[in-house]
T-cell receptor
Framework: AQRVTQPEKLLSVFKGAPVELKCNYSYSGSPELFWYVQYSRQRLQLLLRHISRESIKGFTADLNKGETSFHLKKPFAQEEDSAMYYCALIQSGGSNYKLTFGKGTLLTVNP | GAVVSQHPSRVICKSGTSVKIECRSLDFQATTMFWYRQFPKQSLMLMATSNEGSKATYEQGVEKDKFLINHASLTLSTLTVTSAHPEDSSFYIC???????????FGEGSRLTVL
């Protein structure tokens, strides 16, 4: 069964500090990994996906198949990055986008 | 990006009554929509996959007769919680895939409180 693990429920950093939100997954096939973000009082939205290999709002995430990880990183955190972050996995090639979510990490960036 | 809208955003009902939650894709057609449930301080759990024009596919452990899903059009899926009980109180979120990339877009969620 596929599983997504986010070991940290809470993460607090100061503005300008680097931040890394950890995500590990277990899946027998070749997965597609995503990071979703939910800002306060807003809906869940896609932040980035590993197949795009892009940087969104300064965040990047690299899929490490050897470590089965997809950690989200940003070199200099900003206060507006404070939000709930969810790592998610989908079976590669799946057509129905059935996502498995991690439990989420609440990031707080302090001034 | 595409917009998915849920209604109502909050609903309070008495135990034993039924509650319907709507999920609409506002500017795109969605043949597939998903319903999630989120308990406090926990992750989103997929309840069912709603397919336009056919029966929904429920995840293991989700009662089909309890959570009725209807996807009658390409822009609307409804979740009806039948004979609601306090333990059904939760945050229900829908999502739909749309656009060229098939990206998932989420509704704002509906908080159900059963007294």
């Amino acid at each position: 069964a596929q599983r997504v693990t986010q070991p940290e429920k809470l993460l607090s950093v100061f503005k300008g500090a680097p931040v890394e939100l950890k995500c590990n997954y277990s899946y027998s096939g070749s997965p597609e990994l995503f990071w979703y973000v939910q800002y306060s009082r807003q809906r869940l939205q896609l932040l980035l996906r590993h197949i795009s290999r892009e940087s969104i709002k300064g965040f990047t995430a690299d899929l490490n198949k050897g470590e089965t990880s997809f950690h989200l990183k940003k070199p200099f955190a900003q206060e507006e990055d404070s939000a709930m972050y969810y790592c998610a996995l989908i079976q590669s090639g799946g057509s129905n986008y059935k996502l498995t979510f991690g439990k989420g990490t609440l990031l707080t960036v302090n001034p | 990006g595409a917009v998915v809208s849920q209604h109502p955003s909050r609903v309070i009902c008495k135990s034993g009554t039924s509650v319907k939650i709507e999920c609409r894709s506002l500017d795109f057609q969605a043949t597939t929509m998903f319903w999630y449930r989120q308990f406090p301080k926990q992750s989103l759990m997929l309840m069912a996959t709603s397919n336009e024009g056919s029966k929904a596919t429920y995840e293991q452990g989700v009662e089909k007769d309890k959570f009725l899903i209807n996807h009658a059009s390409l822009t609307l899926s409804t979740l009806t919680v039948t004979s609601a009980h306090p333990e059904d109180s939760s945050f229900y979120i829908c999502s739909a895939s749309g656009g060229l990339t098939g990206e998932l877009f989420f509704g704002e969620g509906s908080r159900l409180t059963v007294l």
